[in-house]
C-alpha cells in the first residue's frame, strides 16, 4: 500500500450519487478531469459542514460536483448560487440535483459569470471560483463586495499543474491567470489566506 491508499483508505467514502455523476461525466462529457472529484470534495463538504453558510455563490458548475458537495453544509434554509456559461449541461446538471436532494437549495444561473454576478444582490459566506482561469482575478474582485467581513473566498487550480512555476515568457492565458491572481492576493491586506496542495491547488482566502 502506498501513502495515497492509506489517505484515501482513512478518508471519508464518496456519496454514491456522486461515483455515478463522475461515471456519466466521463462517459458523456468533454473535458472530465474539470470535475472536483473524490478527494477534494470530501474536503469542500466538510469545510461548507465547519462554515455551516447561509449562502454560496459557486462560478463554474460544470456537471454540478462541487455544488452538491458545498450543498451539502448550508444552513436549513441556505442556498447555492452556481454559474454556469454552458446551458447545454442543464440535464446532467438537473438530474444530479434532483438525486441528491439539493434541487430546492441551489440556483442555477445559465450565462456569463463577468455578466451574472453584479446582477446578484446577495451577501455570500463562501464564494467558490472555478471557471475560466483567464477571468480568476476579475472574479475576485467582482464578488469582493458581496463577501461578508470574516467569510471565504476558495479558489480552485491555483498550481494549474505546477505551470505557474514556468518563467513568465513561456505562459500560455490560462496560466497567467492564474499567476496574476495568486500574486495578487498575496499582497492584498484585505485577506489572510493559505495555499493548500490538494489535487491542482486550492487557495483558500478570509476577508479580514
Ligand atoms: C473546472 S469546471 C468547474 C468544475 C466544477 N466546479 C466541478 O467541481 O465539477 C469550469 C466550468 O466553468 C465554466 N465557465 C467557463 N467560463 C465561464 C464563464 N465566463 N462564466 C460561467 N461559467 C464559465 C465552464 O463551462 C466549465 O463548466
Given at each position: 500500500m502506498n501513502i495515497k491508499e492509506y489517505i484515501l483508505n482513512h478518508t471519508e467514502k464518496e456519496d454514491p450519487v456522486l461515483t455515478e455523476l463522475t461515471r456519466e461525466t466521463n462517459l458523456k462529457?468533454?473535458?472530465?478531469?474539470m470535475l472536483t472529484g473524490y478527494y477534494q470534495g470530501i474536503f469542500i463538504q466538510l469545510i461548507s459542514k465547519m462554515i455551516q453558510p447561509k449562502n454560496i455563490l459557486e462560478i463554474?458548475?460544470?456537471?454540478?460536483y462541487s455544488a452538491i458537495c458545498w450543498a451539502k453544509?448550508?444552513?436549513?434554509?441556505g442556498i447555492i448560487d452556481t454559474i454556469e456559461?454552458?446551458?447545454?449541461l442543464e440535464p446532467i446538471i438537473n438530474k444530479y440535483f434532483i438525486k441528491s436532494g439539493i434541487e430546492k437549495k441551489v440556483k442555477v444561473h445559465f450565462g456569463n459569470a463577468l455578466k451574472i454576478i453584479p446582477e446578484i444582490n446577495k451577501t455570500f459566506d463562501i464564494v467558490f471560483i472555478d471557471a475560466d482561469k483567464t477571468n480568476y482575478l476579475n472574479y475576485y474582485n467582482l464578488v469582493f463586495n458581496k463577501v461578508k467581513k470574516g467569510a471565504y473566498i476558495i479558489v480552485d487550480n491555483v498550481l494549474w499543474n505546477g505551470k505557474v512555476l514556468n518563467n513568465n515568457d513561456e505562459l500560455d492565458e490560462s496560466t497567467r491567470g492564474i499567476k496574476i491572481f495568486n500574486d495578487f492576493v498575496q499582497s492584498d491586506e484585505r485577506v489572510e489566506n493559505i495555499l493548500l496542495n490538494i489535487r491542482d491547488g486550492l487557495m483558500i482566502l478570509r476577508k479580514k
Open positions: 462529457v468533454l473535458k472530465p478531469r463554474g458548475t460544470y456537471t454540478g453544509g448550508l444552513k436549513k434554509d456559461i454552458k446551458d447545454e
